[in-house]
């Protein structure tokens, strides 16, 4: 019989990989619901029964001790990116199956009532409300996030302009159509550069840090949300490009087929750029828009030089070509190319292969260990065995000394591939980048709230002196099993406001919205910052933001 085993899928959120449906014979599957205790068993204690789709709990009278349904069962808050049961659509669902079980048992204990439907409270349905992690991109992190508007901001003033232009309101960006579109390529390529991020959010740590609350989470969103503002700037590069084609072909005579035909073959690039990157194909072929966004743009970026020299040298009247480079740097198309072309190469130019060491706590995350001088906290790094094919960007793990390591869950190709078959060299961006976690900095008091291999990218906040003062809330399963007595180590020793250590293999599920809020009241701290999946991640801000605490997590482009 053909063999119909679902894959698993697997996912990243910047830097943090998790499963999207953990296997069944994963360690970081739920259990299966254990039986219902016989009636004879049932002399009238109290049970907690499962979180209902309100999310409240409900008690009722049961059994003894020995009964099967215990608090520890309850419904577990969906942050977690190595915690969710594996689901298959054709079976009820872990919290469906405790929940029918409860009921089972109380209708046999208890004289009442309650219907079912009372007792799912608003899901008659009985249907578990399951979103795909691209729903959550497209649609829960809302219709007007900080995100879309930077992107509408960046379209619409783009959007006016070229209005302007073509209806002869602006000759000046009538005439270089082009320019408005290699302008838009170098803030686009800005917003995306590694070194000028770095730059712009040291900046904004060291300028910030004195100022007023309210202010300095204004800053973290427009920062974390700084990819508005390159895909507005790319679809708004595809507008000036097109109009300015136009307006060549409109004017057949001053240009020649050359320009015409570069023009073109730079348009279609980028359009086929910008379809890769489109939410929908870059969720289900990452490794597919990764490349074709390279590559398309490195080859429009070839051709934008040649369009530049053909566009300035060419002569009209004469029907020749006039190369001297003295002509060509008087203007501004110029320096704008050259602009983009030197912050696309500078991360490049600091790749290195360099020897590492790989250790493998158990079959589910592996240590890498670098050579060199301390990391900042907060400061994240990308590493490849094939440079020119894929990169993976981790946190940093650093005491700020010598030496760093990162530390990556084996849950895709490339990270499985780590446990696997450690690699003694790896490639890797000697210019670090800054993330979200990097603004802790900007901070006086901070919560950090992780789950699964999502600790990485906090740990430099406990192994080193930093501005901010931070407590640190970790929710994963099978702690030194699963992730090594190195990494335990490194959380152990603090006093117990400062860390805490949730191991859901010996404690349970928490609620990890309800953990991060207790932390804030108990450490008094000015804001939140979550490493989880998507969902997990929507949970814990909208609860903190629901209660006044400013909090922020990974989105689908940070």
Same mark, same amino acid.
């Given at each position: 019989?053909?063999?119909? #085993? ?13 499963? &999207? ?81 409860? &009921? ?121 949300? &700084? ?174 000394? #010598? ?122 701290? #000015? ?32």
């Amino acid at each position: 019989m053909e063999n119909t #085993e679902k894959l698993p899928r697997f996912s990243s959120c910047r830097g943090v990989s998790f499963e &999207i449906q953990p296997s069944k014979n994963s360690p970081f599957s739920a259990p299966p619901p254990p039986p219902p205790p016989e009636e004879s068993e049932l002399p009238g204690q109290w049970v907690w029964l499962p979180r209902t789709s309100g999310r409240s709990f409900k008690v009722f009278p049961l059994s003894d001790s020995s009964a099967a349904i215990h608090r520890s069962m309850s419904r577990p808050s969906s942050h977690f990116c190595d915690l969710d049961p594996d689901e298959d659509p054709n079976q009820t669902s872990l919290d469906e199956d405790i929940e029918q079980q409860a &009921i089972q048992v109380l209708k046999k204990s208890v004289n009442t009532s309650l219907s079912i439907e009372e007792m799912r409270g608003s899901n008659p349905g009985g249907k578990k409300r399951n979103q795909s992690r691209l729903s959550i991109i497209l649609f829960d992190q809302g219709l007007f996030t900080v995100y879309k508007r930077l992107f509408l901001l960046s379209f619409s003033l783009n959007t006016i302009l070229l209005s302007l232009a073509a209806s002869g309101r602006f000759d000046y960006a009538k005439r270089h159509a082009a320019l408005f579109a290699m302008a838009n390529i170098l803030i686009l390529t800005l917003s995306r550069s590694e070194a000028f991020l770095r730059l712009l959010f040291s900046l904004s740590v060291l300028t910030l840090r004195r100022l007023p609350l309210p202010l300095k989470t204004v800053a973290t969103s427009f920062l974390q949300s &700084i990819g508005g503002i390159h895909s507005g700037c790319g679809i708004s590069s595809l507008a000036w490009l097109t109009y300015a084609l136009i307006m060549t072909i409109h004017h057949w005579d001053e240009y020649s087929e050359a320009i015409v035909a570069v023009a073109s073959t730079i348009l279609a690039l980028l359009c086929l750029s910008c379809l890769a990157a489109f939410p929908l194909l870059r969720h289900l072929h990452h490794n597919l828009f990764e490349r074709t966004h390279r590559f398309a743009g490195w080859s429009a970026l070839a051709l934008l030089w040649a369009f530049v020299f053909l566009t300035i040298s060419y002569n009209s009247s004469n029907k020749s070509y006039d190369m001297r480079l003295s002509r060509l740097v008087k203007t501004q198309e110029f320096w704008f190319t050259l602009s983009v072309t030197f912050f696309t190469v500078l991360p490049w130019v600091t790749v290195r292969r360099v020897p590492v060491s790989v250790s493998a706590p158990s079959n589910h995350a592996s240590i890498i260990k670098f050579g060199g001088g301390g990391v900042k906290a907060g400061i994240l790094g990308r590493i490849s065995r094939s440079p020119l094919s894929e990169w993976h960007a981790f946190g940093i793990i650093s005491d700020g000394k #010598e030496g760093h390591m990162m530390l990556a869950g084996a849950v895709g190709d490339f990270t499985r591939g780590l446990v696997t078959d450690p690699p003694s060299h790896l490639w890797v961006r000697q210019v670090h980048f800054a993330g979200l976690p990097y603004l802790v900095n900007m901070y006086n008091r901070a919560v950090l709230v992780a789950t699964g291999s999502g600790i990485c990218v906090f740990l430099s906040f406990l192994l080193q002196p930093c501005s901010a003062d931070v407590c640190l809330v970790w929710v994963a399963k099978g702690i030194e099993e699963n992730f090594g007595q190195e990494i335990l180590d490194m959380v152990s020793g603090f006093d117990k406001e400062r860390v805490v250590v949730h191991d859901t293999a010996v404690l349970g599920r928490p609620n990890v919205a309800e953990m991060a809020i207790e932390a804030v009241k108990r450490w008094k701290a #000015e804001v939140v910052v979550v490493t989880s999946n998507p969902q997990g991640s929507r949970d814990v801000v909208e609860a903190c933001k629901g209660v006044g605490i400013p909090a922020f997590g990974p989105i689908w482009d940070s």
